[in-house]
């Protein structure tokens, strides 16, 4: 059975028992809610986020089906571009049964809506939202999986700032097509003969 615990007290148990190097910031407001000690000595930023229930659907403007729709802060998300390019979120799909991680990059990248919620606390204000497809982050069905998805990513984010060429990700909800003229040799030597000089 699902794990019903609050999903950061599940992280913080499960990286304790595996004896990783982390701190707990999940009291505070201006950083993530847990930061990663890696091994070179740099630290990952890991935003926890859970969806306990299903949505009402028919409150947020998507054509994402509900099974695999999420919604996440804006302020999250501009929080883990202070941290990036070592940083994402997290997911616990108490709903769905699965965890799922979400690179910063996979946030920048990935198509997604975002509306304003009104709320009314001391003054009527307005609140951020992305409305999300859970199926494009990486998909987990235990914390060890998940946190096998974000060493995958660390191990791979050189080749995802500086070498892949192509349009990065293989996202729900989007269609990447050709566009533009095909660059040849002469283009680039052009190129720099007049933005060299």
């Not at 499960?14 to 407001?29: E, V, Y």
């Not at 949505?55 to 695999?68: I, R």
């Not at 616990?92 to 709320?119: C, H, W």
């Amino acid at each position: 059975m699902f794990n019903e615990l609050p999903f950061e007290t599940e992280l913080r148990e499960f990286l304790a028992q595996r004896n990783a190097r982390f701190i707990d910031q999940t009291r505070g407001f201006y950083d993530a809610d847990f930061a990663l000690m890696l091994s070179d000595g740099a630290r990952f930023a890991l935003e926890v986020k859970e969806k306990r229930q299903p949505y009402t659907v028919q409150a947020w403007p998507t054509a994402t089906p509900e099974p695999h729709m999420f919604i996440l802060d804006d302020l999250t998300v501009r929080k883990c571009l202070g941290f990036a390019p070592r940083a994402g979120v997290a997911v616990k799909d108490v709903v769905g049964q699965r965890f799922v991680f979400f690179s910063v990059i996979d946030l920048a990248l990935m198509p997604r809506v975002r509306v304003n919620r009104r709320i009314e606390r001391n003054k009527p204000d307005l609140k951020g939202k992305w409305i999300i497809d859970l199926r494009n982050g990486k998909s987990a069905a235990t914390l060890d999986d998940l946190l096998g998805h974000l060493q995958n990513y660390l191990g791979n984010l050189h080749s995802i700032l500086y070498e892949i060429h192509p349009c990065y990700g293989d996202f729900w909800g989007e269609s990447v097509g050709e566009g533009g003229i095909t660059r040849r040799p002469d283009h680039w030597t052009q190129d720099v003969r007049n933005s060299r000089r």
